[in-house]
């Protein structure tokens, strides 16, 4: 099946700075999602981007379905975006019935 | 975006209990839900795809008879943990796709159940 590696795993920064998170996956996808799961443990869909680039206001992210990787940026980090970014992925293969394939996410700490 | 409701969010039982779980889609009808599991500090792991009017589909190594699923309905799933044991003790989150086709999946609040 389709493998999702994400990096960093872990990420610290102060208030107002800029990251990078990025998304690796192994196969074909016809469905790329970026979730951000907050404490109390629910999914806030952040983007629906199988392809091509989106932007929501602080943030934005961009898929290369060709290269198989997709990076979510966050700019002007304030410490409510903390917690934990997942990447999911779903497959193009013949027995994708839409079941995500999630990545081992990135838990962001922001400082004040 | 479309609404996920999963009932409830939170829950404590007994060893030997079962325990349902809802997953609702509010505004749109799902042929197809799925269960995840989560682990402290893991990611999520697929448990099982919930067809309406058809048998679950498990994804290897989960107990069929342990975690039964039921989709009576293009709205309604439900998870029951039967017999549960304190290593069941778990997040449990759902999902849900338009029947449109849209492959956009929209997730629930999530169930935490401890066993004890």
Known sequence: G???EQSPPDLILQEGANSTLRCN???SVNNLQWFHQNPWGQLINLFYIPS???QNGRLSA????TERYSLLYISSSQTTDS???FCAVGGR???NTGKLIFGQGTTLQVKP | GAVVSQHPSRVICKSGTSVKIECRSLDFQATTMFWYRQFPKKSLMLMATSNEGSKATYEQGVEKDKFLINHASLT???LTVTSAHPEDSSFYICSARDRKGHTEAFF???TRLTVV
């Open chain 2, 108 to 110: 629930g609040q999530g």
């Open chain 2, 76 to 78: 309604l799933s439900t």
């Open chain 1, 62 to 65: 961009t898929t290369v379905a």
């Open chain 1, 93 to 95: 293969g013949s027995g």
């Open chain 1, 2 to 4: 389709i493998q999702v």
């Open chain 1, 25 to 27: 996956f192994s196969d």
């Open chain 1, 83 to 85: 917690g934990v970014y």
């Open chain 1, 52 to 54: 091509g680039t989106k």
